[in-house]
Antibody, heavy 122, light 114 residues
């Protein structure tokens, strides 16, 4: 069945780095844009980044621009989020999500993973 | 960025009764060339991933019960649960995808059983 499974979360000190992964199965990964969305403790959903279906276009929320980088490996059906210069305010559950529409991306998200927790604390 | 404002923050409804959630966008999300509203609704249950309920403001996602319906246009939108069931207890979010790639969500509405 269609599935997204995130991994790579953990506890990291401020200024540190983490690399999140999202393994996709059950659909044509290379045909769809993919998003990262996060939820900080007690807060709502916040869109973080998107990769177009082929990885040639990536866009970021202003809050993470220059520190987080989204990429994808279509040979492994996997989406990544490289997180550098982490701050306490990056503490959140990070979800990967599949775009509803094939092609670059539409912006609605129809399949979500269960998320991976990132804690930035000294 | 387009700011999405949901109301109320929370509501308690009796089983079988109607629940209504409002969402307002700071600018229109209606694309005039195709007459589509770039607005989605999601359900987020504790410990589970968010679930897409409605897109294009009123198109129900496959598999979503027909007690869920979306309406509205331009800047004002509503998600209605016509007959609340116990399994509908969740947070509900609206999201605009008009101003891509800067996607924004509303603050969320918590739905509980009265």
């Amino acid at each position: 069945q269609v599935q997204l499974v995130e991994s790579g979360g953990g506890v990291v000190q401020p200024g540190g780095s983490l690399r999140l992964s999202c393994a996709a199965s059950g659909f044509a990964f290379s045909s769809f844009g993919m998003h990262w969305v996060r939820q900080a403790p007690g807060k709502g959903l916040e869109w973080v980044a998107v990769s177009s279906y082929d990885g040639t276009k990536t866009f970021y929320a202003d809050s993470v621009k220059g520190r987080l980088t989204v990429s994808r490996d279509s040979s492994k059906n996997t989406l990544f989020l490289q997180m550098n210069s982490l701050r306490p305010e990056d503490t959140a559950v990070y979800y990967c999500a599949k775009d509803l529409s094939s092609g670059d991306y539409l912006g609605a998200m129809d399949i979500w993973g269960r998320g991976t927790k990132v804690t930035v604390s000294s | 960025d387009i700011v999405m404002t949901q109301s109320p923050d929370s509501l308690a409804v009796s089983l079988g009764e109607r629940a209504t959630i409002d969402c307002k966008s700071s600018q229109s999300v209606l694309y005039s060339s195709n007459n589509l509203n770039y607005l989605a609704w999601y359900q987020h249950k504790s410990g589970q991933p968010p679930k897409l309920l409605v897109y294009w403001a009123s198109t129900r996602q496959s598999g979503v019960p027909d007690r869920f319906s979306g309406s509205g246009s331009g800047t004002n939108f509503t998600l209605t649960i016509s007959s609340l069931q116990a399994e509908d207890v969740a947070l509900y979010y609206c999201q605009q995808y008009y101003n891509t790639p800067s996607l924004t969500f509303g603050g969320g509405t918590k739905v509980e059983i009265k």
